[in-house]
């Protein structure tokens, strides 16, 4: 079988995924609240290293289309959080598997090998980075909104 023509196979590869598709910001967010659990935007802000009125805006938009929902801080203390909703979650998983699909299919014809040679550097460039920043993730529970020491 020939491989199909450049055109065919970007529709193949978008198709299925196109309507349930997340912009990076809106999937980003999503995903620290998902690990992390519910976090103000102060904490998204620092968690992300955004302008607070960056991510105000774009949790306005996740707020909107009902992916995640304000809540009473469960600790006590009196900023509202954001969590994610089933809907979001929903939305997440296949944003996830959508772009896990893409990236496999983009590595296909890669040798294993060098598939996990890209693997173990962008990990220890990721490390490095966060080392550097004194921001290391995941971050230990209840870390997300702490500055680093």
Do not use: H
């Not at 009125?53 to 909107?64: D, H, Y």
């Not at 944003?95 to 598939?115: A, F, G, H, I, M």
Request: glycine share 8%; net charge negative; charged share 30%.
């Amino acid at each position: 079988m020939s491989p199909p023509e450049p055109a065919a196979a970007a529709e193949a590869r978008t198709e299925p995924c196109t309507p349930t598709r997340l912009d990076r910001s809106g999937y980003l967010l999503l995903s620290r609240l998902d690990a992390e659990g519910a976090m103000s935007i102060g904490q998204l802000a620092d968690a992300l290293q955004l302008d607070v009125s960056t991510v105000n805006r774009q949790t306005g938009a996740l707020l909107r289309a009902g992916l995640v929902e304000r809540i009473p801080d469960p600790d006590g203390g009196l900023a509202r959080k954001l969590r994610v909703t089933a809907q979001g979650a929903d939305r997440m998983a296949a944003e996830r598997t959508c772009r896990q699909t893409d990236l496999s299919r983009l590595l296909e014809s890669w040798p294993p090998e060098d598939v996990a040679r890209l693997e173990d550097v962008l990990t220890r460039f990721n490390r490095e980075v966060e080392r550097q920043e004194g921001r290391a993730w995941p971050r230990e529970p209840g870390e997300a909104g702490r500055p680093p020491e």
